[in-house]
């Protein structure tokens, strides 16, 4: 046995279950190439990148290296694990504040984030709108952005009090995102966001 399977092995009969030991097991399975996995609340789901999620996906990343440069911590699809039960997440888009440093057990820490942004996907729209985004609140994330690509609308949160965003502002694609007077600091062009 390898010193992976008694871990997990030990975590089965103690009945100690932790990311670690569930990211672990999801390394085991064959997962094809372009399948998005994360963990949010315990359960674990995977889905499919599209072009219009990965279109939007690069337009919003492009937009924080412009302003950031290359060498500033910027990710898709990494790991972080957040406040919450079980909650693994692989943001569409991260920023994380300069300095940043990984954890002791090589993670990025979810202390770090000074945005995230998630792509709306039909079969995990309603964690992106609820328990991410309570997560993403209760980890005191400055700003959080939601592109929907099905409604042709992004919404910004910002003002994180407990597991909420105090100010929600909708803005129909086309219309400029300010996000000037935030840590991001910038204006995101939504004109060529493509809608499914």
């Not at 990311?19 to 994360?38: A, Q, S, T, Y």
């Not at 099905?150 to 919404?155: K, N, P």
Request: negative net charge; glycine residues 8%; charged residues 30%.
């Amino acid at each position: 046995m390898t010193v992976l399977e008694d871990r997990i092995a030990m975590a089965e009969v103690s009945g100690e279950l932790t990311l670690d030991v569930m990211f672990e097991w999801l390394e085991k399975m064959p997962i094809p190439e372009g399948i998005r996995v994360e963990i949010v609340g315990g359960n674990i789901f995977m889905s499919p990148q599209r072009d219009t999620h990965w279109e939007i996906i690069r337009r919003v990343v492009r937009a924080l290296e412009d302003k950031f440069g290359m060498m500033a911590k910027i990710f898709s699809d990494v790991r972080i694990d957040f406040p919450g039960h079980l909650n693994g997440f692989c943001p569409d888009v991260a920023k994380l504040r300069e300095g940043a440093q990984k954890s002791p057990e090589g993670h990025w820490q979810h202390e770090d984030v000074e945005f995230v942004a998630e792509v709306i996907s039909k079969g995990t729209a309603t964690n992106d709108y609820g328990l991410k985004k309570a997560a993403y609140a209760k980890a005191e994330v400055p700003v959080y952005l939601i592109v929907d690509p099905y409604q042709g609308r992004c919404h910004v949160y910002t003002n994180p009090k407990d597991d909420d965003y105090a100010t929600e502002t909708k803005l129909p694609f086309g219309e400029e995102v300010n996000l000037t007077d935030t840590v991001v600091g910038l204006t995101l062009k939504t004109t060529d966001f493509p809608r499914d």
